[in-house]
């Protein structure tokens, strides 16, 4: 627990010294107000050097790392067990043991996939539809998604939809934009296509011919998809249609046959479409194409979900795409991979263990009271804003009040006694047999009212998040340690590391997205038309801030696709900063006399924020987050949301002049 001063005490402050802060890695040659965070990070930065196997690597890597090494222990111990055939230590530690035989898998080649591949080219034209079928039942998702969520209106019940998707670069910019580095990228993937269809068995003519044939599609589905930016309009998602009005919206498609054989689901009364242009132009290649075009595509999307669970000839190939895309130099360790796929695979049974060992009631009886310091503070934020109005404030604080909190791990864990894993199948067809069951289990829920007990990330994820749709702020065990949160850390450290968390996941209820929902989670426009327009004005300042830096040269950071996270990371530092000062002086401690090894409590809580996005990070990888990232860069994260709040320049004394300051009148402060 955090030392507890009282105001008699107040004269011990001095005595606190730093846990989760290395004072040794400020860079006094840069001043704070000059660059804050390379002041925090540049000898982080000097003292971690990328190795070849990071695009990037920062402080959620450490962390990870020491997650990594504590599921594998975890992983190992089960396997020493010997454990007996059916129980869940058995089927966790074969599927590791699986993962890391590339001997076996070597041997095997591509044998694994050999006869649905031959399914595929066999099918004959009056049969082209049941192999539609059977490739969305089993494999990928062909030309468009579909499948039960959340009604985003009524958030207690599921509802059905039907969206865009088919497209392996998954951006449509990687295949409409001809500028240099779209180029690259579309390059490496037509070569990655090649070389897997190679390792597939087919002749370089014919591993050519699909890869033609593949882009030939995804560069269509491309050109009707939504931007990055469209992407975030959540209302505009929300087109529901009768059940007959699909059908005669997409009549290439026999939807009958496709809810009933790919689900297990009698045709719903409606579906809710995310995208109709898209949807629309998945009907009407699958209406145009031919047979051989069709074949082609599928053959792709099948060999590209095996890919990972095949030979090390399929690894590499995966790997050579990667680097382009994303500059890392060298493929993970084995037993990292496979530990990722243990966890894809059975992620809760090892969260259970994970949890029993390393994340003590203390430290989740610490988080709940800091939440609830934190939910007081957003609360006045809420109550003192000067461009909201009072009926939308009492609903803000209806919503924040019903925030449903997450602590830990879940309340009841996932069962897997159904899920079947034999050693004397390959490793491919028992991790299909994983895809199966976790989709059984997403089906399974239709027509059942929706279990808000579910969490949507395993304790020994490193992450956070919240879910707009059941109202909840979710923080798994493995993000409960230093930097973020150390029981013996300063309250300072604590509440500028975990603290800001907190508060950024709590800032997402009132993001540009999470504030179509109500206390509720349902999609409710609770706002008057004159609050909407004011909150839209401040937005579009923050938009442009971001917008305004260079990330790499001619390369701008993208302010409307990462301006949900923008929000929450300066919600988050303003409540969190709220939360600290009320939470002192409950202790009795004057914060103008404390001292935490000579910086001010207050200096501490910013150092070890920026101190919490220190990474390196190379080139290739700047481009593709700041394409396909609705996160920030972590130094943009640090320096443009510092920039825009005063008790920041107070405590590092940033005046005029300095490049860290900005004017008041150029300054967002949206909560």
Known sequence: MAITLNASAASTAAEEHLKSLNPAYFDKNVPAGQDFYMHVNKGWQEAHPLTPEFARYGQFNILNDSSEARVKGIVLNLGATNPAPGTVAFKVSTIYNQAMDSARRNAEGAKPILMDLKKIEDTPHEKMEDLFIWMHGNYASPF?????????????????????GGMGLGDRDYYLKDDKRNKEVREAYQALIVNQMRNAGYSKKDANRIMKNVMKIETALADSAWTREESRNIPAMYNPRSFAQLKEMYPAINWDRFFIETMGIKSPESVIVTEIKTVKQANDLMASLTDREIKDYYLWKYVSQAASMLSDDFANASFEFNKVVSGVQEQRPRWKRALGATEAAMGEAVGQLYVEKYFPQSSKDYMINLVENLRTALGKHIINLTWMSDDTKLNAIKKLNAFTVKIGYP???????????????????????VSMWHQKETYDKWGKPVDRSEWGMTPQTVNAYYNPLANEIVFPAAILQAPFFDPEASDAENYGGIGVVIGHEMTHGFDDQGRNFDAEGNMVNWWTPQDSEAFAALTKGLVDQFNAVEVLPGVNANGEYTLGENIADQGGLRVAMTAFLDSQKKKGVDISKAKIDGYDPLQIFYLNYANLWAQNIRPEEIRSLTTGDVHSLGKNRVNVTLRNLAPFFEAFNIKSGDAMYRPEAERVIIW
């Open 144 to 164: 468009f998604s579909a499948g039960p969520q959340e009604d985003l209106a009524n958030s207690s019940v599921y509802a059905m939809y039907v969206g865009g």
């Open 411 to 433: 309340d009841k864990w996932k069962d897997y006694t159904t899920l079947e894993i034999d050693p004397k199948l390959s490793y491919y067809e028992n991790m299909h047999n």
